[in-house]
């Protein structure tokens, strides 16, 4: 399912005397199957686009269209509950959202109270707990007994059992220590691939967004500064410190490397595999790069 937003402005309040421009002139283009990484600085607009991708909020200047459905501002909008189904939201510390007796309860809540059969619901539960990488048994426990990083993987699997087709994350891995933080994101990213999900992904990590996006939007005073790969993005790392964003580790060492050195590797890496076997064949070379 494709996302697309031309134009998009959004007021808080707005016509009151709290208004606040959140977004402006935002123009994107989400095709179905990618995984897109959303950053920028607080305040930037990044939350204020993502509860637009699922019809949250409606824009107010400008058109959304989601899969078939074209959402356009100043336009009465009815029965969005079928957006909801197609594009889930994993908000920050979605534990917080779990309240049922049961694992299995909370899971089929979503899917029966959109009209799943009870039977259907509690097979998705079965297979998405494991997916989310936790025992069957834990479906008969109180999501209250569970661990913080267990609850969080419940909580997804709740999402997951609308089966969206868009996965909208909201820094998922907010409070997880590192080993939590990989395991969570490589989950992700495997669920993204399997079940060819289109994922946008809201982030501090520039780690993270190096790593597993394929499409990187950068946010800046509620307006796209600009898109583009990976590569493409962290290639200039000098505009992205002056914006007051970090860049990966590897992207730094490379950048401070060049500085001192004087010299240029001709490309950016964006794994430490990749430096550091360029560093091999460097000294192979007996230091004569480009
Ligand atoms: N409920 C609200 N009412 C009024 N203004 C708001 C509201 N939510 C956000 N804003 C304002 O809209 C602008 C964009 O905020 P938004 O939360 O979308 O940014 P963000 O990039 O998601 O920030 P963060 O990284 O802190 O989550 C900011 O100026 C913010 O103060």
Redesign the pocket.
């Known amino acids: 399912m494709e996302i697309t937003f031309q134009e998009v402005e959004y007021r808080?309040?707005a016509g009151t005397p709290?208004e606040?421009l959140?977004?402006q002139d935002v123009n994107l283009n989400i095709k179905q199957g990618v995984f897109m990484a959303l950053i920028?600085?607080?305040?930037?607009?990044?939350?204020?686009?993502?509860q637009h991708l699922n019809a949250l909020l409606l824009p107010t200047k400008g058109r959304i269209t989601i899969g078939d459905r074209t959402i356009e501002a100043g336009k009465k909008e009815k029965n969005l509950k079928g957006i909801r189904q197609k594009v889930g939201i994993v908000f920050q510390f979605p534990e917080h959202q779990l309240f049922d007796e049961t694992v299995e309860k909370d899971i089929c809540f979503g899917p029966m109270n959109y009209g799943v059969p009870e039977e259907e619901a509690k097979k998705r539960a079965r297979r998405l707990i494991k997916e989310v990488g936790l025992p069957e048994d834990v479906l008969q426990k109180s999501p209250f007994d569970l661990s913080g990083g267990q609850m969080r993987r419940v909580a997804i699997a709740g999402v997951l059992a609308m089966e969206p087709d868009v996965l909208v994350l909201d820094e998922p891995t907010a409070g997880l220590d590192p080993r939590g933080r990989t395991e969570i994101m490589d989950m992700f990213h495997r669920l993204h691939k399997k079940e060819n999900l289109s994922t946008i992904l809201?982030t501090?990590s520039m780690e993270d967004a190096a790593k597993y996006a394929d499409e990187i939007v950068i946010?800046h005073k509620?307006r796209v500064q600009r898109i583009g790969d990976p590569i493409s993005i962290f290639s200039n790392p000098a505009e992205l410190l002056e914006l007051g964003l970090d860049v990966p580790q590897v992207v730094k060492f490379q950048y401070r490397m060049e500085q001192q050195l004087n010299m240029k590797f001709g490309k950016t890496f964006l794994s430490l595999e990749e430096l550091s076997d360029a560093l091999a064949r460097l000294k192979e070379q007996g230091g004569g790069v480009s």
Do not use: E, N, P, Q
């Not at 920028?40 to 993502?50: A, D, V």
């Open positions: 808080y309040s709290f606040r959140a977004i920028g600085h607080t305040g930037s607009g990044k939350s204020t686009i993502l809201v501090h946010m509620g």
